[in-house]
């Protein structure tokens, strides 16, 4: 079997850590890993496969000899590093919001538009794209190819580990001093968010959205290839550690059902259907956390317009949401191209 010398680009944090754990799992064909990370983890060594790696400094030179790297690191980060690597011969697969509105370069999520990858070839660098979009569309795109979806309005209650490392200590850190009735240390976010809900992710644009609602927006057109779909989002910060749920409305051009979204989804690939009330059966952010498929629920038509219907989606968003989507395209890209 050929293997690949693949780079971790952010390799101490969040998401590289998942990509570790997932490269791991999957048994992707590793020669050499190459774990990069900033000055400050110097020193440090990261597990891989029961051994004991040591992180390197990202430099302009790291990429000699590497075939793919798995970016993660920021977007400030990629817009440097990704074109240096892509010139070195690795092919980038990019976690960040760097290039995922380049025309020119590929959006991807396997279960919806694997035939993309292909353009890699256009500048070496793929588009992850961000967290939300991606469990999202893993469950419109069978609903979009039965009855073409015409609107889409989604709500989404998003865990702190999507910030990073930092987010994940403040939500503990806080809700100990809450407990022990001391002041919460507010820095990562712009409120305390333990015990609370924040109606803003990223910063403000001038239309009013945030940042975050419009990669939702901009990205589902360019993953299901298909401008006409309308979205509009509100994304909310909630104090849950682990995995995005998603309120998501959908309106379509033809009829369709519950059942018969019900049976779709639960042919679809990457997802799960976990749907009886009666039992108190739904998705939950617990439940999904450290699992690798999207998990839908409360699948029911909105009776407010003929073709309409509700559901709720919820995926571990550093697995599918960013470390597994990635990795399941680095295993598309050596399977079909390299
Ligand atoms: P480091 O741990 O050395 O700071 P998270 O999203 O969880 O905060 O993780 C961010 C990741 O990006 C970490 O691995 C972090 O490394 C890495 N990173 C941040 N700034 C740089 C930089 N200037 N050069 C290389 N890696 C960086």
Same mark, same amino acid.
């Given at each position: 079997?050929?293997?690949? %010398?693949?780079?971790?680009?952010?390799?101490?944090?969040?998401?590289?850590?998942?990509?570790?754990?997932?490269?791991?799992?999957?048994? =992707?064909?590793?020669?050499?890993?190459?774990? &990069?990370?900033?000055?400050?983890?110097?020193?440090?060594? &990261?597990?891989?496969?029961?051994?004991?790696?040591?992180?390197?400094?990202? %430099?302009?030179?790291?990429?000699?000899?590497?075939?793919?790297?798995?970016?993660?690191?920021?977007?400030?980060?990629?817009?440097?590093?990704?074109?240096?690597?892509?010139?070195?011969?690795?092919?980038?697969?990019?976690?960040?919001?760097? =290039?995922?509105?380049?025309?020119?370069?590929? &959006?991807?999520?396997?279960?919806?538009?694997?035939?993309?990858?292909?353009?890699?070839?256009?500048?070496?660098?793929?588009?992850?794209?961000?967290?939300?979009?991606?469990?999202?569309?893993?469950?419109?795109?069978?609903? #979009?190819?039965?009855?073409?979806?015409?609107?889409?309005?989604?709500?989404?209650?998003?865990?702190?580990?999507?910030?990073?490392?930092?987010?994940?200590?403040?939500?503990?850190?806080?809700?100990?001093?809450?407990?022990?009735?001391?002041?919460?240390?507010?820095?990562?976010?712009? #409120?305390?968010?333990?015990?609370?809900?924040?109606?803003?992710?990223?910063?403000?644009?001038? %239309?009013?959205?945030?940042?975050?609602?419009?990669?939702?927006?901009?990205?589902?057109?360019?993953?299901?290839?298909?401008?006409?779909? *309308?979205?509009?989002?509100?994304?909310?910060?909630?104090?849950?550690?682990?995995? #995005?749920?998603?309120?998501?409305?959908?309106?379509?051009?033809?009829?369709?059902?519950?059942?018969?979204?019900?049976?779709?989804?639960?042919?679809?690939?990457?997802?799960?259907?976990?749907?009886?009330?009666?039992?108190?059966?739904?998705?939950?952010?617990?439940?999904?956390?450290?699992?690798?498929?999207?998990?839908?629920?409360?699948?029911?038509?909105?009776?407010?317009? *003929?073709?309409?219907? %509700?559901?709720?989606?919820?995926?571990?968003?550093?697995?599918?949401?960013?470390?597994?989507?990635?990795?399941?395209?680095?295993?598309?890209?050596?399977?079909?191209?390299?």
């Amino acid at each position: 079997m050929r293997t690949f %010398n693949v780079a971790v680009v952010g390799a101490t944090g969040a998401v590289g850590n998942e990509i570790i754990r997932i490269l791991e799992e999957r048994n =992707f064909p590793v020669s050499q890993l190459k774990l &990069l990370a900033s000055e400050r983890s110097l020193g440090k060594s &990261l597990e891989y496969k029961g051994k004991s790696i040591p992180v390197e400094v990202l %430099n302009e030179d790291s990429f000699e000899g590497v075939q793919i790297g798995l970016f993660s690191a920021g977007g400030s980060i990629s817009e440097k590093f990704a074109p240096i690597a892509a010139r070195a011969g690795c092919v980038v697969v990019d976690n960040t919001s760097a =290039f995922r509105m380049v025309h020119d370069i590929p &959006l991807v999520v396997p279960e919806v538009n694997p035939e993309a990858i292909g353009q890699y070839k256009n500048k070496g660098i793929i588009a992850n794209p961000n967290c939300s979009t991606i469990q999202m569309v893993v469950a419109l795109k069978p609903i #979009h190819d039965a009855v073409r979806i015409k609107r889409v309005v989604v709500s989404t209650y998003q865990a702190v580990s999507g910030t990073g490392k930092k987010a994940i200590d403040e939500l503990e850190a806080q809700t100990r001093a809450l407990l022990a009735c001391q002041e919460p240390v507010v820095k990562v976010y712009p #409120h305390q968010i333990a015990f609370n809900c924040l109606p803003q992710i990223d910063v403000f644009i001038d %239309n009013g959205y945030t940042k975050e609602e419009m990669k939702m927006i901009n990205e589902t057109k360019k993953i299901m290839s298909d401008p006409s779909i *309308a979205v509009t989002a509100t994304t909310v910060r909630v104090p849950v550690f682990y995995a #995005h749920s998603e309120s998501v409305n959908i309106e379509t051009e033809k009829k369709i059902t519950s059942a018969e979204v019900r049976d779709l989804l639960s042919k679809a690939p990457g997802v799960k259907v976990v749907d009886d009330p009666s039992q108190k059966l739904y998705p939950l952010a617990i439940h999904a956390a450290g699992k690798d498929d999207t998990y839908v629920g409360r699948i029911r038509e909105d009776e407010s317009i *003929a073709n309409g219907i %509700n559901m709720w989606v919820v995926s571990d968003n550093l697995r599918k949401g960013a470390a597994l989507n990635a990795v399941q395209i680095a295993e598309i890209l050596i399977r079909d191209y390299l």
